[in-house]
């Protein structure tokens, strides 16, 4: 049985039994070892924030010094940073979902022996059974498949993320896309990872050890540019309250809605809606979905409880039928939900929207303090994106040099718990 339990009190054990190895990840994280000791295994709490980011740095950072807290926070922010930079640059989305509709009509020779694990190369193979049977890889372990994926076998990387995107149990549209970029040199132009039999047998305590197998040399892919970043929609910084009746529809990727900013709301009604035919057009394996639909009834009854309201837990075809149809049941003027970042759920969400336009209610749109703080800050690389996150967390006492100004990304929001009022 998967030890990944689907609800934020599971998460919430999962982060406090981290705590204190937290003390070692700087010097651990990078070991691939039986039963993970070295890292958090938090990130399917994550994906669907049954646990908040906010949550998990502020646990690390108060139990240690930041020396010591620094690592994780600063892996928990590359989560963000992914998600904020993939909002500037939503074409990459679209691109990645046409060039996979494309290979999948005529996958290129080698691919099948990829997925299925029958490469005959060590690791490589085990890493695909590993994926497949748990939902999960350690981070060097993906960095490895995706390199061997793009370098030795010289498959094309989008079918190697989709591959990675139908079983992860984590999987995320940004961070998942673009690592698989990082590794093909698509991110940071003209830099690639080149996995090393070396290193793979360092950091798995000599498990596999590919010698000889592996690419030598690492040439980066190129593509057409991308053109000039968009700006991300950020919630007005003023606004009316909503007109009432208000209900609130939560999808999988913010399952603690309860502990986000809607400010004086007083929801009716909560709607989790699972749509089946995203779920089939994103392919998702059966543990992905599994996982998935127990987070959300788990975020949803929560949400329910905490505002005293009528719950409905809904499987539909069309999520914007299914959410007018529930919206009409309770007579509601106006939908509140968290807007999803640009992946599928984005695009369910703007099609429910517009269904829910046309049926003359309002859908009114929310963002985390969390994300409108740090997006703007993740237009370019990862370090000046770091330089704006790490003020949010640095200890009041850190030092004169490192005295923490207030991130100059983003209007000011109001507060939520663990992430404004940090230093
Ligand atoms: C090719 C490739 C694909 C990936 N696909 C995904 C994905 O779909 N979803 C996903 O959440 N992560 C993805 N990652 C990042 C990373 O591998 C996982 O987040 C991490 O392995 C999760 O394990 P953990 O919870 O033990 O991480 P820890 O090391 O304990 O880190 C804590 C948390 O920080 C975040 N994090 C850590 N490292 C990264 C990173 N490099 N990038 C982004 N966030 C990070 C995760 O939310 C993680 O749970 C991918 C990395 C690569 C190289």
Excluded at 213 to 239: C, D, F, I, M, N
């Amino acid at each position: 049985m998967s030890d990944f339990v689907p609800t934020r009190e599971a998460g919430l054990s999962r982060l406090h039994a981290f705590v204190p190895r937290a003390l070692r990840y700087a010097e651990e994280r990078d070991f691939d070892r039986p039963g993970q000791p070295s890292v958090s295994r938090l990130s399917p709490w994550l994906q669907r924030r049954l646990v908040t980011e906010a949550e998990a740095c502020e646990a690390v950072r108060t139990a240690h010094p930041w020396a010591r807290a620094e690592k994780y926070i600063q892996e928990v922010c590359w989560r963000t940073y992914w998600k904020g930079w993939l909002e500037h640059r939503p074409e990459v989305w679209r691109r990645y979902g046409d060039a996979v509709r494309r290979l999948r009509e005529s996958p290129p020779a080698g691919y099948v022996e990829a997925i299925e694990g029958r490469t005959g190369l060590p690791g490589f193979d085990d890493w695909a059974h590993e994926l497949v049977r748990t939902g999960w890889l350690h981070n060097h372990a993906r960095m490895w498949f995706a390199s061997i994926w793009i370098f030795t076998l010289r498959l094309p990387w989008e079918l190697g993320a989709e591959f990675f995107w139908r079983h992860l149990l984590d999987g995320d549209a940004a961070a998942n896309t673009l690592s698989w970029r990082w590794v093909a040199g698509l991110h940071t132009p003209g830099k690639t990872y080149l996995a090393r039999a070396d290193t793979i047998a360092r950091f798995t305590d000599g498990r596999f050890n590919p010698v000889g197998k592996l690419a030598t040399e690492a040439v980066p892919l190129v593509e057409p540019s991308l053109g000039a970043p968009v700006e991300p929609w950020y919630p007005p910084v003023t606004r009316n309250p909503p007109v009432g009746p208000v209900g609130l529809w939560l999808h999988p990727e913010d399952l603690c809605v309860e502990s986000a900013n809607l400010g004086e709301v007083a929801p009716v009604g909560v709607l989790a809606l699972w749509s089946e035919s995203l779920a089939v057009a994103q392919a998702w394996a059966d543990p992905v979905v599994t996982f998935t639909q127990a987070a959300l009834a788990d975020g949803a009854s929560r949400a329910a409880v905490a505002w005293s309201a009528d719950l409905r837990v809904v499987r539909a075809d069309d999520p914007g039928p299914a959410v007018v149809e529930w919206a009409r049941s309770l007579g509601l003027r106006t939908v509140l939900a968290l807007r999803p970042a640009v992946g599928p759920w984005l695009d369910a969400g703007l099609a429910v929207e517009a269904a829910l336009d046309r049926a003359g209610i309002a859908l009114r749109w929310y963002r985390r303090d969390w994300d409108t703080l740090l997006y703007p800050a993740a237009k370019r690389g990862f370090f000046p994106f770091w330089d704006v996150a790490a003020r949010l967390h640095l200890p009041v006492d850190h030092g004169a040099t490192a005295a923490p100004a207030r991130p100059a990304a983003g209007p000011p929001r109001g507060q939520e718990a663990g992430v404004a009022g940090k230093k």
